[in-house]
């Protein structure tokens, strides 16, 4: 009896994540000193030593928290965090936490279509015994008890003896959730070096969470209010600024506490054989974790941000030494062929420096498919949601950006898109509706591609609604691109009726504002009946642009290739001028208004006759339009460069580059660039 209140004890310690009293560190004490004697007796072939110790038997958190007359919920605290002592390990448990975070929304989606699936209800309860005892290791008090109460009835369903039912999942979701505010209070507080002073409510989470594991319905409690929304950015807030190689999952300090909390299930009636499987699989993971972790290291943002530059002033340099040789004129001179070899080598530390900064698609992914659960569900529609192409790696900045456009786009596909489940049927659609989200490479760009089998766009409720709010003249005549284009204008909307989730015509605009940010571009493609594709087209790298080099006068510009269609010299009659709108050009049967860049920058050109020039015919939101420059010079990757605070916000431009011959040119920004012209 003695040896199971010293065992109890410890459970309820390590379970509530409360510090030991003396008490309990006396009762600890004489575990051992009993122990010890045991061993001696056995060995001198003595029976063994009777243990005695005056032990009570420990309450539990709940009811301790409650003698001590505290009016708040039990769990709902500050976040105790010692920066001070644990600043290296809580950087660690939270880049851990954020991993089995991901995992553990993946497997829950996975476990919402398919219940039973052994798989991810394995890889869920793992992750919440990780993070339950590493938050008890570290004192988290609200991160260690909600995460012990889920694993608690995630231990039932793997044992059988609970089906995860829609409900429940929802619940663990939230509990998840809690568990991620909890997490990004972490991230916070090692940027800014203070303690969080917001409290994240979990109590209602944990009596929900206890009554699913009773067999009881869900209390219908309101929960407690939450804090402040953490914005999407903040999803990414990187850990501490430190370079260190990777630490095994679990830190050191844990491998002597996780194997003394077991599933709680199993605490009490485990066998001594049980416990020692337990323990030998536990330290058979943690090897393997060790294997695994040699070959990654975890490095600072900041230093991957210098390393670009660095190797976009190595790329400058080699366009400088390629000019310099190739004004020798000597093909086959010495120098040439060093010049060859760095430029190969150059060229290869550029990639290998870019993929450093490279990240997988598959977290922003995971999160439209949690987005698209709860809005199918808040909608009353069935929707089949698909993914391709999720570990297709791009720029983590273009990673980090895209997260808020692709929100609005998921939730207008599934409130304005797919029709309800009746419509649907009444159209001869099956009743429930497909959004297929990919990812693709495509030249030097990534494409996001969002389709679904709705209802479609059409024009002329666009166009009828753009008049009617004074967006456009009624006698304007637009193309069905430039009638798609206005989607994007701010505070248009072609809802009825304004509800919670869309209606007050914000939401695409910022779509639009963000990829333009990216110098991406948004494509739409649809079929009133039949259903529409959103098509965004994205550079891979921020660092690097692929750009057509052109010459207007003595000044070379650069535009960037995603926005040029074509370039040509036009013909005498192509050229023509409108009272009141100025030059167009006219091209394959439809008439371009023609922009001379000279005009533009106030510089003089070669000659005035546009004719005796090149036309650039470039793509922006739908509309195009002609450029007219002197000459085609070249077409070339650069390394962009911010113009400084004084330069900022020039309209038309968007940055500069250091060409071969040292000279500095200026890279143009189609939208701005057009807008003021």
């Known amino acids: 009896a003695g040896i199971g209140n010293v065992h109890a004890l410890l459970d309820s310690r390590l379970d509530a994540g409360r510090p030991f009293d003396g008490a309990s560190l006396d009762g600890v004490r004489r575990l051992i000193e009993w122990l010890q004697e045991t061993l001696i007796g056995l060995k001198a072939g003595v029976g063994p030593v009777p243990f005695v110790a005056d032990l009570a038997a420990p309450a539990s958190a709940e009811s301790a928290h409650a ?30 936490a954020v991993e089995h975070l991901q995992q553990i929304e993946a497997a829950l989606l996975t476990l919402d279509q398919q219940p039973d699936h052994p798989e ?89 969470v206890k009554a699913f594991t009773k067999g009881a319905p869900a209390p219908v409690s309101a929960p407690a209010p939450m804090p402040p929304p953490i914005l999407a950015a903040d999803f990414f807030a990187p850990p501490p600024p430190v370079a260190t190689a990777k630490t095994p999952a679990t830190p050191a300090p844990l491998a002597a506490v996780v194997p003394l909390i077991p599933p709680v299930a199993s605490v009490s009636s485990a066998p001594v054989s049980e416990a020692a499987a337990l323990a030998n699989r536990i330290e058979a993971q943690a090897a393997q974790r060790s294997n695994t972790s040699g070959h990654t290291v975890r490095v600072s943002t900041d230093k991957l941000d210098s390393l670009m530059d660095v190797v976009g002033e190595l790329a400058i340099v080699q366009s400088q030494l390629i000019e310099s040789a190739r004004a020798l004129g000597d093909d086959q001179s010495l120098l040439q062929r060093n010049v060859t070899q760095l430029s190969r080598i150059a060229k290869e530390l550029q990639h290998t420096s870019m993929s450093l900064r490279m990240i997988p698609v598959k977290p922003t992914f995971q999160k439209m498919e949690r987005l698209v659960r709860d809005l199918a569900r808040n909608f009353s529609k069935k929707v089949n949601f698909q993914v391709t192409g999720e570990d297709t790696e791009l720029d ?24 309800s489940s009746s419509d649907r049927v009444a159209a001869g659609k099956p009743e429930q509706g497909t959004v297929h989200l990919r990812a693709y490479h495509q030249g030097s760009n990534i494409v996001i591609e969002l389709k679904d089998d709705g209802r479609g766009i059409d024009p002329e409720k666009i166009l009828k609604k753009a008049v009617e709010k004074g967006i456009v003249s009624e006698h304007v005549k637009l193309t069905t691109e430039e ?48 259903g529409s594709t959103f098509r965004i087209k994205l550079p891979l790298t921020m660092a690097i642009i692929d750009g057509l080099v052109v010459r207007v006068g003595l000044e070379k510009f650069i535009l960037p290739s995603t926005s040029v269609q074509m370039a040509l010299r036009p013909t005498r009659e192509a050229i023509s ?101």
């Not at 920066?83 to 851990?96: H, R, W």
């Not at 950006?401 to 797919?418: F, K, S, T, Y």
């Not at 284009?485 to 605009?509: C, H």
């Open 67 to 96: 003698a001590q007359g505290s009016s708040v919920p039990w769990g709902d605290q500050l976040l105790e965090l010692n920066l001070a002592e644990n600043k290296e390990i809580l950087g660690e448990f939270y880049a851990e």
């Open 396 to 419: 983590r900045t273009v990673v980090e950006e895209i997260a808020d456009p692709l929100v609005h786009m998921v939730r207008n596909a599934l409130d304005h898109g797919l029709e």
């Open 483 to 530: 009638i798609f284009a206005l989607l994007f204008a701010p505070g248009f909307s072609t809802a009825e009726n304004i509800t919670a989730f869309s209606g007050r015509g914000v939401g695409m605009d910022v779509v639009k504002r963000n990829i333009d940010k990216l110098r991406g571009k948004i494509e739409i493609e649809s079929v009133v009946g039949t």
């Open 120 to 208: 991810a209800l394995s890889a869920i309860f793992r992750s919440f015994h990780t993070i339950k005892g590493n938050a008890g290791f570290l004192g988290l008090v609200p991160m260690h008890v909600l995460a012990h109460e889920v694993e608690s009835l995630l231990d039932l369903a793997r044992n059988n003896q609970l089906r995860l039912t829609p409900p429940i999942i929802t619940e663990i979701l939230h509990s998840r959730d809690a568990l991620q505010a909890l997490t990004q209070q972490i991230a916070k507080a090692l940027e800014r070096g203070q303690i969080p002073q917001t409290v994240v409510p979990v109590s209602h989470l944990i009596q929900a």
């Open 577 to 677: 001028t409108v009272h009141g709108s100025g030059e167009v050009l006219e091209l394959r049967g439809r008439i371009l208004p023609l922009h001379r860049l000279h005009r533009r920058f106030g510089i003089p050109a070669d000659s005035d006759v546009p004719w005796e020039g090149i036309v650039v015919i470039v793509e922006h939101a739908g509309r195009v339009s002609a450029l007219l420059v002197d000459e085609m010079v070249s077409k070339q990757e650069v390394v962009i460069k911010n113009l400084g605070a004084f330069m900022q916000g020039l309209p038309g431009i968007s940055g500069a580059a250091i060409l071969g011959d040292g000279h500095i040119a200026l890279i143009l920004d189609p939208a701005s660039l057009l807008h003021a012209a």
